[in-house]
């Protein structure tokens, strides 16, 4: 059974820096074509893709924020990071973990429960 | 960037055909998928690979694609079939993934 839970601050000021964990749980990042990414929502609008590491350390990133993000494994082999570096009111949003499957062009099949983070001063 | 246009908003009667599409330059390159988000909750994926469906989807729910769009059919629309949908995929050299803005259909 597949399972992601994501973790970090709810409130972020402006020009901070973001940093999300993912813990997830039912399978391994070392195996091919599996990546896991991230998500967001702002209230009441779409879905937004950020960005995905896969099995094999590639990476990638939305063309528009590229410049300010960053995923990474994390310390333990069942942890994602993502940073977000000068954060605005604008990245007011629900950041959702997934699993994703197929490689580069694959699709998300699983979805963490999402973490609400706010920026404001 | 790329992007995915869906129409904003689709209504039916309970029992009609619900059809949502999602046009896309690179949709005759790369597969389409779709989400089902109600409120409150996290998106769940309704069809993969254009047309298939996964095992826990009801039958009502299909999925085609032609050309530069694709198109999510729900026959016989239930009143429990009200959400948001999303269509999601590729650009055309699969660097990075797209959603589109989302449809939100109605059914009354």
């Known amino acids: 059974q597949i399972t992601l839970k994501e973790s970090g601050p709810t409130l972020v000021k402006p020009t901070q820096t973001l940093t999300l964990t993912c813990s997830f749980s039912?399978?391994?990042?070392?195996?091919?074509?599996?990546?896991v990414g991230w998500i967001r929502q702002p209230p009441g609008k779409a879905l937004e893709w950020l960005g995905v590491?896969?099995?094999?350390?590639?990476?990638r990133y939305r063309p528009s924020l590229n410049s300010r993000l960053t995923v990474t494994r994390g310390t333990s082999n069942n942890q994602v990071v993502l940073t977000m570096t000068n954060m605005d009111p604008v990245d007011t949003a629900t950041y959702y973990c997934?699993?994703?499957?197929?490689?580069?062009?694959?699709?998300?099949?699983?979805w963490g429960q999402g973490t609400l983070v706010t920026v404001s001063s | 960037s790329y992007e995915l246009t869906q129409p904003p908003s689709v209504s039916v009667s309970p029992g009609q055909t619900a059809r949502i599409t999602c046009s896309g330059d690179?949709?005759?390159?790369?597969?389409a998928y779709w989400y089902q988000q109600k409120s409150g909750q996290a998106p769940v994926l309704v069809i993969y690979?254009?047309?298939r469906r996964p095992s826990d989807i009801p039958e009502r729910f299909s999925g085609s694609s032609s050309g530069t769009m694709a198109t999510l059919t729900i026959n016989g629309a239930q009143v429990e079939d009200e959400a948001d949908y999303y269509c999601y995929s590729a650009d055309s050299s699969a660097y990075y993934s797209v959603f589109g803005g989302g449809t939100k259909l109605t059914v009354l």
């Open positions: 690979e254009d047309t």
């Open positions: 997934v699993h994703t499957i197929g490689g580069t062009g694959g699709y998300i099949d699983y």
């Open positions: 690179a949709l005759p390159k790369r597969f």
């Open positions: 039912g399978f391994s990042l070392s195996t091919g074509s599996v990546g």
């Open positions: 590491i896969y099995w094999n350390n590639d990476k």
